[in-house]
């Protein structure tokens, strides 16, 4: 008589029958995942990121972006309109598109105080008035002190009037401004 073969069973991995490649993608998934927890949860409330969004609307020259950005009491006390804050302080237009970069020194993971001081580094794209075109792309940084505090929604604000020299008084108003358009 003959004898009849029948193919062999697939040998299964692990219990479930995951094989090692597949808890694998299955792990770097839950990363990622909980790396975008980590990233909304404690970088997108930072004091950091709230600085990096005013220079932001500084670069773009949202006056009201970045008017929302400061603190309550300085808007009270100083600048109770957004025309009052263009008015008078020269970020608020002389920098558009200007803002190379901004460098900011790294913040405690979980600030224990409503109030933050920040050190940043705002690099600022030299003005090409009178300039061919080739000498127009040196930049300079101006290093401040920014003071953060949490407003009453538990939203970091920029507190001008502490910032720079403990008076309001940045360095930054040291780098020339846009002039006015010529057309």
């Known amino acids: ?3 009849t073969v029948r193919r062999s069973k697939p040998q299964v991995e692990g219990a479930y029958g995951i094989k090692f490649t597949e808890i694998i993608v299955i792990a770097m998934v839950l990363a990622a995942i909980g790396g975008g927890v980590r990233y909304y949860m404690l970088y997108k409330k930072s004091p950091t990121a709230a600085l990096k969004g005013y220079f932001d609307a500084v670069k773009s020259g949202n ?3 970045q008017y929302e950005l400061l603190d309550d009491d300085d808007k009270a006390q100083y600048m109770p309109t957004s025309k009052d804050y263009s008015s008078h302080f020269v970020q608020s237009h002389g920098y558009t598109e200007r803002v190379v970069d901004v460098t900011v020194d790294p913040t405690p993971v979980t600030p224990t105080t409503t109030e933050v001081t920040l050190n ?3 690099n600022i794209l030299g003005n090409s008035s009178g300039k061919e075109l080739w000498q127009a792309g040196t930049s300079k940084g101006f290093t401040d002190k920014y003071v953060m505090r949490k407003d009453k929604a538990g939203l970091w604000k920029l ?3 502490k910032s720079g020299d403990g008076n309001g008084n ?3 108003k040291d780098a020339a401004p846009t002039p006015d358009s010529q057309y």
């Open 1 to 3: 008589m003959a004898k």
């Open 63 to 65: 006056v009201q972006a």
């Open 120 to 122: 940043a580094t705002v």
């Open 159 to 161: 507190v001008l009037s």
């Open 170 to 172: 940045l360095t930054l």
